[in-house]
């Protein structure tokens, strides 16, 4: 566990109320980008749940409002990984956490391409942007995945073996979501399959960091 700092005069761990902080976005960031995608992706024209990822709108008339769910969804992953490094001591997902953050803010610059349907009157079309859409969210949903058997690991030593079962069984649905659903991209079960994926690796999110909160003391020392 990290060390934490008590000021002298009130008692208050500061270190450890920073850290709990940090972490508190990392249960904020699934529901937050999952209801404002939602929200989107219900008002855009042309955008069907069953055959397009939230990511394609990004694209078109209007997708600055999904670039900035990208961007912000982002920045909290990225915050929520640096308080589990604070929380274990580098050791666990806190690393593995802050790449998939910065595999969304990537995917945020590089927009993915257009494609059959939508945005509606665009053409589909290949770019090296959108391939680079695609490599950042691999990067996001390998990440995630490598960090949820990490977190496995360490409950697992915490003597929390149902909890480490649940964090491993999670990462091994976010890869197989990713891969699976990147492979048959192009049909709706394809589609489900990267939802699975998206869904499953902010709910391990949600979950681990709401874990590692209740791992770090009290700032209160209570």
Do not use: K
Not at 154 to 181: K, N, P
């Amino acid at each position: 566990m990290a060390r934490h700092g008590t000021t002298s005069t009130t008692g208050f761990d500061t270190a450890a109320a920073v850290t709990r902080s940090m972490l508190g976005w990392g249960a904020v960031a699934g529901p937050f980008y999952l209801v404002l995608g939602l929200i989107l992706a219900l008002t855009r024209d042309g955008f069907d749940l069953a055959r397009h990822p939230l990511s394609l709108l990004a694209v078109g008339p209007g997708g600055w409002m999904q670039t900035v769910n990208f961007l912000l969804t982002g920045a909290m992953i990225i915050v929520a990984g640096w308080g589990m490094l604070r929380a274990l001591e580098r050791r666990g997902p806190g690393a593995a956490v802050v790449v998939a953050g910065a595999g969304v803010l990537l995917a945020a610059v590089f927009e993915a391409d257009p494609v059959a349907g939508f945005p509606p009157g665009q053409e589909p079309a290949v770019s090296v942007h959108g391939m680079f859409h695609l490599v950042a969210g691999g990067v996001e949903f390998v990440a995630f995945a490598v960090a949820a058997i990490l977190l496995s690991r360490v409950l697992s030593r915490r003597g929390e073996t149902r909890a480490g079962l649940v964090s491993l069984l999670l990462g091994i649905v976010v890869l197989l979501g990713f891969l699976l659903g990147g492979a048959l991209a192009a049909s709706p079960v394809g589609v489900a399959l990267l939802w699975l994926a998206v869904v499953a690796s902010l709910a391990w999110l949600l979950l681990a960091s709401i874990r590692i909160y209740r791992i770090v003391p009290h700032p209160d020392g209570c």
